[in-house]
């Protein structure tokens, strides 16, 4: 009598998966670094104006020269160089076949859940403290989005993160959902910010 197939010790991504990771990874990264050299020019030259500052609410500036900009004591873009780097290596190595065990998986979510509650915290500050946008930074908070929900999503079809049964069926068949969800509700906080500047 032959006992029962145990829990896989490693799980590896498919190719799509690897992708949306390594394409993430490379948004958040240029993102990040495109911000990291408006911000040094920025403190040569306080009267910089950096170039995607286009209208009073578009206006990546302002952002900079707030305190939110630095929430650790330093420049958080720095914090993106490192994290969405460390996206790339992940996705990258599953593309060459890797597969990682589930200690590293859960680690690597709680990186990413850091990071959309991180990026959550920037977005209200930045609308309703702030009062301005980056479009840097919104493509950095698009590519956290889709990173965040996609892993959790892989995660829990994986059984590497606990869920009901429907649940998990759900993410199988729907799993653009969540993502399109929160996206879709960040882009209507946004609308209805600034609608009058919007609809003037």
Same mark, same amino acid.
């Given at each position: 009598?032959?006992?029962?197939?145990?829990? *896989? *010790?490693?799980? !590896?991504?498919?190719? @799509?998966?690897?992708?949306?990771?390594?394409?993430? %990874? @490379?948004?958040?990264? =240029?993102?990040?670094?495109?911000i990291t050299l408006d911000k040094f020019k920025l403190l040569q030259d306080p009267d910089f104006t950096p170039g995607c500052s286009l209208n009073p609410v578009l206006t990546c %500036?302002?952002?900079?020269?707030?305190?939110q900009a630095s929430a650790f004591g330093f420049p958080n873009p720095m914090l993106g160089l490192v994290a969405y780097g460390i996206v790339i290596c992940v996705g990258a190595s599953? $593309?060459? /076949? #890797?597969?990682?065990? *589930?200690?590293?998986? =859960?680690?690597?979510? @709680?990186?990413?859940?850091? !990071? &959309? %509650?991180?990026?959550?915290?920037?977005?209200?500050?930045?609308?309703?403290?702030?009062?301005? $946008?980056? =479009?840097?930074?919104? $493509?950095?908070?698009? #590519?956290? &989005?889709?990173?965040?929900?996609?892993?959790?999503?892989?995660?829990?079809?994986?059984?590497?993160?606990? #869920?009901? !049964?429907?649940?998990?069926?759900? =993410?199988?068949?729907?799993?653009?959902?969540?993502?399109?969800?929160?996206?879709? &509700?960040? /882009?209507? $906080?946004?609308?209805? *910010?600034?609608?009058?500047?919007?609809?003037?």
């Amino acid at each position: 009598m032959t006992s029962a197939p145990g829990p *896989r *010790r490693t799980v !590896g991504g498919g190719r @799509a998966f690897a992708v949306l990771l390594v394409l993430t %990874g @490379a948004a958040g990264l =240029l993102a990040s670094w495109v911000i990291t050299l408006d911000k040094f020019k920025l403190l040569q030259d306080p009267d910089f104006t950096p170039g995607c500052s286009l209208n009073p609410v578009l206006t990546c %500036g302002s952002v900079m020269k707030s305190e939110q900009a630095s929430a650790f004591g330093f420049p958080n873009p720095m914090l993106g160089l490192v994290a969405y780097g460390i996206v790339i290596c992940v996705g990258a190595s599953l $593309l060459a /076949g #890797a597969a990682f065990p *589930r200690w590293y998986w =859960l680690a690597f979510e @709680a990186g990413c859940l850091f !990071g &959309i %509650g991180f990026v959550s915290w920037l977005q209200f500050e930045s609308l309703y403290r702030i009062n301005a $946008l980056c =479009l840097w930074c919104c $493509l950095a908070w698009l #590519a956290t &989005i889709l990173l965040f929900w996609s892993l959790t999503s892989f995660l829990v079809r994986h059984g590497l993160l606990p #869920a009901p !049964g429907p649940v998990r069926n759900f =993410l199988a068949e729907f799993g653009w959902v969540p993502p399109l969800l929160h996206i879709g &509700i960040v /882009g209507m $906080l946004i609308l209805t *910010r600034w609608w009058d500047f919007w609809t003037s």
